[in-house]
């Protein structure tokens, strides 16, 4: 799952600016919606509507945004109009990439996938072509200044599997103990820096330097668009690559 690491450390290193942000909040008031308008508003009935109003609140989304998004989906027109879709797709030196999205519209979001696939040197891919290289799992990252206790009290609380790199530990759980495990972390005074239930790579691809850039280019781009919630990739490279680009400011 190495892969799926170096992806997560890239994004948490480029930061969340304002504009960003407000792109964040856009993207989770779509999630709001449709968890809301498929299970109801109760967040104490709604397993997969509390995951989402914890992730929201892990990024500051004030309570007012948080709750016109819930109203929305269970009782206006615009929640409805909404639909999720996962689409599958090949970057440079056949990376697989899989980008889940919420959109009001599926041929426009399927098209302007496809295109910025096609602009970086990938492909969108018929259903199930990649699909199959992922799993759902449960994710935590949080911040410890003692890695390996935390990892037993992860793994003692549920965890199947623990990465650390220096202060952050990320925590992978079956789907449905990310909760649990959650709150026993929370329990020991950790920083939750996100927990949500996401798709993670079975392996991973090695590439060198070049195709590596040119994944996390697509990678970032997909990553920007409006409709798209996630992207997740069996990327990977080495560490001396990932140092190189670190000097470089690329990443």
């Known amino acids: 799952m190495s ?12 930061g969340v600016t304002d504009q960003k942000r407000g792109a964040l909040f856009s993207r989770l008031s779509r999630e709001l919606s449709i968890a809301a308008r498929q299970g109801g508003a109760d967040p104490q009935t709604n397993v997969r509507l509390r995951l ?17 998004a819930v109203q929305r989906g269970v ?27 919420i959109s009001d519209n599926r041929n426009r979001t399927i098209q302007e996938v496809r295109n910025v ?10 259903s199930g072509a990649v699909a199959w290289l992922f799993e759902s799992r449960g994710v935590i990252t949080a911040e410890t200044t003692t890695p390996e206790e935390t990892a037993l009290e992860a793994i003692d609380a ?28 929370e329990a020991k005074n950790l920083k939750i820096i996100s927990s949500d239930v996401s798709l993670v790579p079975r392996s991973t691809v090695m590439v060198e330097e070049r ?14 668009m409006e409709d798209v ?23």
């Open 211 to 224: 195709t590596a850039i040119q994944n996390l280019k697509l990678l970032e781009s997909l990553e920007e």
């Open 3 to 14: 892969g799926h690491s170096k992806w997560s450390t890239i994004k948490r290193a480029k």
């Open 229 to 251: 919630r996630f992207v997740n990739t069996n990327l990977d490279y080495s560490d001396a690559v990932l140092e190189k680009l670190k000097i470089s400011g690329l990443i």
């Open 158 to 185: 549920g965890a199947e599997d623990v990465k650390t790199e220096k202060a952050l530990i990320e925590v992978y759980t079956r789907p449905q103990d990310l909760e649990r495990v959650r709150r026993a972390l």
């Open 117 to 126: 696939l096609s602009r970086h040197g990938g492909s969108l891919a018929e």
């Open 75 to 101: 009782g206006g027109a615009e929640g409805a109009n909404l639909a999720e879709l996962t689409l599958e797709g090949y970057g440079p030196g056949g990376v697989a990439i899989m980008v889940a999205a």
């Open 52 to 68: 989402i109003i914890q992730k929201a609140r892990d990024v500051n989304m004030p309570a007012d945004n948080i709750s016109r």
